[in-house]
Structure formats: structure tokens, C-alpha cells
């Protein structure tokens, strides 16, 4: 049983263009969420993160936006840079009690082309 | 300042052995955590330690599999007779509390034979 899901594994897009990552839960107890970025041989490196008191966080050319109701968030990189090409994780995590405890998704490969 | 390291990089051994693999995490960070990584799959939660004690070992998939975290600092996995199917890049990460983001080490990728 999947909590974390990320049902697009790949995504290409034109530099410049918006890229949009999708990323959807099933446990309702999450309330902690955050997108990890990776490239290969590296370990994944933390892009931007939301708390479910908010439905929007934005940080430079990356915003997250997360709609409860529907138990799912996407990121939204614009203009999207060849840069950005790499494996996109959703994560989320639950209440203080579970609070280390982070459940991944499958990843998203971004490929934004020049 | 140093980022997470984990040693060693790569490691195959056969299958039955014993293997450890280390973690040195962010000085100052309380939190650490060990994942599993399969092949066109997410990071796997194994286990996390809060200082000394390990907080949450539900992702420990069986007694093979265990971890410590002595002096709060540097951690170790330790799989006893390896399987086949423990074959995986195994992730280190530390962060300074819980809800913290995680910084991420490199990685170990085992290959057991």
C-alpha cells in the first residue's frame, strides 16, 4: 500500500516553459510535506516544503501548493532550466509522534531541454 | 561546513555475510535516519534516532537489519547474513530536529553476491 504517490514518472519540458510535478497521498494523518531533488550518485537534497496549515509556499522559481481536501500537491518550477533536470521525490511526513518518519514517493524524472 | 558522509561508497560482499555500513551526519544534528533505495523506487524508511535512541524502527524490515547511534553522532547499519534481495543504495540523512528537512549523504550501494 502505496501512502506517497507520484504517478508520472517522467516529465519533459522546453527551457523557459513551466514544469508542474504532481504527487498524491492517501494517509490523512499527514501534515508535513516536502519535494527532494536528486541527480545521479548524490542523495537527494531538499528543494521546498509545506505545512498543511498552508496551501501555498513559494520560494524563488519553485512553489508548492497543496490542496488537502483532494489529499494532493504539485511543484511548479518556472522558468523551468536545464538546471532543474533531475529526479523530483515527494515526501510527507505525519503528526509530532511520527514526526522522523518521512514517506517517499517513486520519483518524477524532470528533462527540461535547451 | 561538512555535508553527510557515509563510508563506504560502494560495498559487494556474498551473500550469508556481514556487513556494516557508517554514517557521519551534520555536526549539531540531532536526527538521523537510514533509508533503503531500490531501483526506480523512492527512499525506503528504515530506521530513525533521536540523539541516542533509535525513535523509529518500523522500517527495519527484519531482525537481520539492525542500528546504533552510541554517542549521538556517528551511526552504523548492520545487516547480518546478507541477502540477495538487500541489494540496494542505502541512505543516510541528519537534520537538526524531527521536522526539519534532512540532509541527504551520498549513499552506500551494497551488491550482495
Known amino acids: 500500500d502505496q501512502q506517497v504517490k507520484q504517478n508520472s514518472p517522467s516529465l519533459s519540458v522546453q527551457e523557459g516553459r513551466i514544469s508542474i510535478l504532481n504527487c498524491d497521498y492517501t494517509n490523512s494523518m499527514f501534515d508535513y510535506f516536502l519535494w527532494y531533488k536528486k541527480y545521479p550518485a548524490e542523495g537527494p537534497t531538499f528543494l521546498i516544503s509545506i505545512s498543511s496549515i498552508k496551501d501555498k509556499n513559494e520560494d524563488g522559481r519553485f512553489t508548492v501548493f497543496l490542496n488537502k481536501s483532494a489529499k494532493h500537491l504539485s511543484l511548479h518550477i518556472v522558468p523551468s532550466q536545464p538546471g532543474d533536470s533531475a529526479v523530483y521525490f515527494c515526501a510527507a511526513s505525519g503528526d509530532n509522534t511520527n514526526a522522523g518518519k518521512s514517506t517517499f514517493g517513486d520519483g518524477t524524472t524532470l528533462t527540461v531541454k535547451p | 561546513g561538512a555535508g553527510v558522509s557515509q563510508t563506504p561508497s560502494n560495498k559487494v560482499t556474498e551473500k550469508g555475510k556481514y556487513v556494516e555500513l557508517r554514517c557521519d551526519p551534520i555536526?549539531?544534528?540531532?536526527?538521523l535516519y537510514w533509508y533503503r533505495q531500490s531501483l526506480g523506487q523512492g527512499p525506503e524508511f528504515l530506521i530513525y534516532f533521536q540523539g541516542t535512541g533509535a525513535a523509529d524502527d518500523s522500517g527495519l524490515p527484519n531482525d537481520r537489519f539492525f542500528a546504533v547511534r552510541p554517542e549521538g553522532s556517528v551511526s552504523t547499519l548492520k545487516i547480518q547474513r546478507t541477502e540477495r534481495g538487500d541489494s540496494a543504495v542505502y541512505l543516510c540523512?541528519?537534520?537538526?530536529?524531527?521536522?526539519?528537512?534532512?540532509?541527504f549523504g551520498p549513499g552506500t550501494r551494497l551488491t550482495v553476491l
Open positions: 555536526s549539531g544534528h540531532t536526527a
Open positions: 540523512a541528519s537534520s537538526l530536529t524531527p521536522r526539519n528537512e534532512q540532509f
